[in-house]
């Protein structure tokens, strides 16, 4: 798939790099082609009229959430919903704006389980557990080859092998308190401390 910014000239492959204009040409000429506009009075903008998405509003949802779920940390791409930021029921109005892509797990966690689409000051979203504090974005998830992790954990911390991963433990009741110690440790030099305490 191709965009290409009709006030910009610019093109680019969807998830890719950007294309010489010729070579954009070129693709467009035997290609099937969706506008989409923007600004208020588009397509784009259905206002209180209808309550569900337009298929245009939805191909453009895609386009700008990146054919993905926007709640932080979901990277699903499937079975996607356009939710309204400000429910329609409450005056939300049927407009880009508006409107996100959140996958049918999410969607039931904002409807039926009181977390929170908010609108942010900069035009975006924020996302809020059902007890109003804040869901921070998160990075892109971790992804590698289970060789390369072995490596790194090789090279961080002791050796794995058979031999070290029997467990010595006899059936004695855990103490968690050198655990706690290392995991909530509030400097790195003292984890390791507290750990071997």
């Keep these: 798939m191709l965009h290409i910014d009709a006030s910009s000239g610019t093109a680019r492959i969807d998830g890719g790099p ?26 784009l903008y259905l ?3 209808h309550r569900l998405a337009s298929p245009a509003q939805v191909a453009a949802l895609s386009l700008r959430d990146g ?27 049927t407009d880009i704006d508006n409107l996100i892509l959140l996958c049918s797990f999410h969607h039931s966690r904002v409807h039926d389980h009181g977390y929170l689409v908010l609108p942010d000051d900069a035009g975006g979203v924020q996302f809020r557990r059902p007890d109003r504090s804040p869901i921070p974005p998160t990075g892109e ?42 995991l909530l440790a509030r400097e790195p030099g003292a984890a390791r401390t507290g750990a071997a305490a």
């Design 67 to 93: 054919r993905c779920c926007r709640f932080p940390g979901c990277t699903h791409t499937l079975h996607l919903h356009a939710h309204h930021v400000r429910h329609w029921l409450r005056g939300g109005r």
């Design 141 to 182: 998830p971790l992804h590698g080859d289970p060789d390369e992790l072995i490596r790194i954990h090789e090279h961080e911390g002791p050796h794995i092998d058979p031999e070290n991963l029997t467990p010595n433990w006899a059936g004695e009741r855990l103490d968690v308190t050198p655990i706690l110690r290392y």
């Design 18 to 43: 950007a294309l010489p204009h010729s070579t954009a040409e070129r693709m467009a000429c035997d290609s099937e082609i969706q506008l989409l506009l923007s600004g208020r009075g588009s397509r």
């Design 47 to 49: 206002g209180r009229r």
